[in-house]
């Protein structure tokens, strides 16, 4: 007999993924560029040329097995060696290379994390707004997830909610910074007094607690600002980083697991995370994509044109009425929606080929996601298509 578990989910697939079948549906009947899709977070700048150079030179220098066959538990040895040194630069961190783990993208280093610092039935907190697949990813692994309320006027995390909300049976707390969907960064200010709830919470508990941070769009910064480094302010950090942004190459699934050195069990941890794999079938992260990330891991690709359109977005929709925290990172918007259901907001945005996010799965009602991680030409071609929209609809 079939899993009933996943034979459940087929009806309940991820809205993204759904709604992107839709706009390559729609681009075949009317032509790509008549289709403003912005819906999945798919990298649309070119990765930097160095990362192509050192993948072929790669291919061409070295033998097969080190870059076509299997490695270390832990990942590439000189590989991890260079991440570490590179965070620890660039951040003041004293990462060993023993306190990595080399993972199929952030999703990867998630799901290990999570089955690291919990055991079936514990809790993980996360906040509103949240990536949908949090809920797959902590659920599937037999632990429950809770949601903190959003803070809307600036999505930092509310932390009155989560007080409320915060029990013992938490474990871990799962934050994303810069966040997907709404683009917040959270401050220094913010992760200090993050950092100070969780050691006061593990003194009356009477239990370590974890900080699971997921990193992908690190880089990925608007305005000046700055992230600072979650796992600076807290011991128990796990750091989950993808190169798919940073370095464009999403198809490539490569990212680590950092485990934060002041927490005294890091390359403990480090090593129970290869025992996770063999659960998992993860069976470590491809050799030749280890390799090139790790000696490009201070390059990023050009993000320029992401800033770009979040600027012409940004301005046209708020001079259309929309309310919107403006983005200080990633390559997502989150505006409110012009009517409380937001569904029925993006069901009446398809009318004009606007294809949006509708703002449920993300944990928080009336709002809508935009994804402008595509060409700045089709942005300033959508700029009429939301003119019409608004001016009809609304």
């Not at 995390?157 to 707390?173: K, S, Y």
């Not at 239990?207 to 700055?226: A, K, M, N, T, V």
């Not at 390799?291 to 708020?318: G, H, I, K, P, Q």
Request: hydrophobic share 40%; net charge negative.
């Amino acid at each position: 007999m079939l899993s009933k578990k996943y034979r459940a989910m087929l009806g309940k697939g991820s809205v993204i993924m759904e709604l992107s079948a839709f706009a390559n549906a729609r681009a075949r009947e009317i032509g790509a560029e008549n289709v403003f899709d912005f819906s999945l977070g798919n990298p649309s700048v070119p990765a930097p040329g160095a990362y192509d150079e050192r993948i072929a030179s790669l291919l061409k220098s070295e033998p097969g097995k080190a870059v076509h066959g299997y490695s270390q538990g832990l990942g590439n040895r000189e590989a991890r060696e260079k991440i570490a040194a590179s965070l620890n630069r660039r951040f003041g961190m004293n990462y060993d290379p023993d306190d990595l783990f080399m993972t199929c993208g952030a999703a990867g280093a998630l799901a290990h994390a999570i089955r690291l610092v919990t055991e079936p039935g514990d809790s993980v907190l996360t906040f509103a707004p949240h990536f949908p697949e949090y809920a797959p990813y902590v659920t599937l692994a037999d632990r429950r997830l809770d949601v903190v309320p959003a803070r809307e006027e600036d999505f930092q995390i509310h932390f009155d909610a989560l007080e409320e909300i915060m029990r013992p049976g938490v474990q871990a707390v799962l934050i994303n910074t810069p966040n997907n969907p709404s683009g917040a960064v959270y401050s220094a200010e913010t992760l200090k007094k993050l950092a100070d709830f969780l050691l006061r919470k593990e003194r009356e508990y009477g239990h370590e607690l974890w900080l699971i941070s997921d990193e992908p769009y690190r880089e990925i910064l608007f305005d000046g600002i700055r992230q600072a480094y979650p796992a600076r302010f807290y011991p128990r950090t796990l750091s989950c980083y993808s190169f798919s942004k940073s370095l464009s190459v999403p198809g490539d699934r490569i990212g680590y697991l950092a485990v934060n050195p002041a927490c005294g069990e890091s390359r403990a941890a480090a090593r129970m995370a290869a025992q996770i794999s063999r659960g998992l079938g993860h069976d470590s992260a491809a050799a030749l994509m280890q390799r090139a990330a790790a000696d490009c891991c201070d390059l990023t690709a050009d993000f320029s044109v992401y800033e770009r359109n979040m600027n012409l977005l940004y301005d046209e929709l708020t001079a259309l009425g929309f309310s919107i925290v403006r983005p200080g990172g990633t390559f997502y918007m989150f505006p409110r929606s012009l009517e409380p259901d937001a569904g029925e907001f993006c069901r009446k945005a398809m009318k004009y080929d606007l294809v949006l996010v509708p703002s449920d799965s993300f944990g928080v009602p009336g709002h809508f996601r935009i994804a402008y991680c595509t060409e700045t030409a089709k942005v300033e071609r959508s700029l009429d298509a939301w003119r019409r929209f608004v001016k009809t609809e609304y």
